[in-house]
């Protein structure tokens, strides 16, 4: 029997999808399961990955996006408001560290959650 963490390495859990699908169509059809039944189930099974590898590609350029997009407005900042004002700057990056450190705060709290 496999542990929780092989699973989610194996595709979070598809092959239990499968084996569910499979196990849901050989009730509904005893003696009638063909090989194309399984096919059917494997074809769907393989769009639900690359649905859930597309969700991933897009959550990962969608972060890379916002650190370009922080780390341009940190250089912004530090070369325009650290020489006119500095006290200015001190204060934008408080609360920039301060959002940061909030935000990374209750994006792990929710992924602990969810993964409990």
Known sequence: M?????????G?????????LLEEASLAFPGNLTEKHV???????????HFKYKKWVQGRLIL???????IGLFVFLTLF???????????IVRILLAF??????????KNLRNAN
Not at 2 to 10: G, I, P, Q, V, Y
Not at 39 to 49: F, Q, S, T
Not at 81 to 91: C, P, V
């Open 2 to 10: 496999r542990k929780e963490s092989e699973d989610r390495s194996l």
């Open 12 to 20: 979070d859990g598809d092959l239990s999808f499968v084996a569910n």
């Open 39 to 49: 096919e059917m189930i494997l074809e769907r099974a393989n769009r639900i990955d």
């Open 64 to 70: 890379v996006l916002n650190i370009f997009l922080g």
């Open 81 to 91: 408001l650290a020489k006119s004002s500095a006290d200015t700057f001190l204060e």
């Open 100 to 109: 940061i450190a909030g935000f990374s705060g209750g994006y792990g709290i």
